[in-house]
């Protein structure tokens, strides 16, 4: 009885980490700025192309709505993850295709991707 109560807390925790992902994805296709406001950490590594900056919480959420904006997401394909050994990080890359283009998106976060642990966000043209 030990082991399935065990086995049920182990995937549920692991259905909220994933599920967290998932919606931070969806976040971003949706354009939800509100959404994606609490992943991000206070000030953030933002890099838009060759535009790196670390910038506050709110200004990188303006830089990223602007880029939203003008390049309306039609859908994204997470294409690699990885974590460090010891699973204090973890690293999303995602394809993004939009109305225009289609770019590489790569979202470093402290610990799994969650409520203020997104460290850095990059956006490359793919």
């Known amino acids: 009885m ?3 109560i065990f086995f049920l807390f182990f995937i549920s925790i692991s259905n909220i980490n994933g599920q967290s992902e ?3 994805f969806n976040a971003l296709k949706n354009n939800d700025m509100v959404t994606l406001e609490t ?3 206070d000030n953030i590594d933002f890099c838009l192309f060759e535009d790196q900056q670390i910038l506050s919480k709110k200004a990188a959420l303006n830089k990223l709505k602007m880029f939203l904006n003008n390049h309306k997401v039609l859908g994204i394909e997470i294409m690699h993850k990885g974590t460090s050994k010891n699973k204090s990080s973890q690293y999303k890359v995602a ?3 939009t109305s225009k283009d289609t ?3 790569f979202v470093f976060a402290s610990g799994e991707i969650g409520t203020n642990t997104v460290k850095e966000i990059r956006i490359d043209k793919f």
């Open 2 to 4: 030990k082991h399935f």
């Open 22 to 24: 998932v919606n931070f």
């Open 39 to 41: 992943y991000l950490e």
């Open 95 to 97: 394809k993004i295709n």
């Open 103 to 105: 770019f590489r998106v």
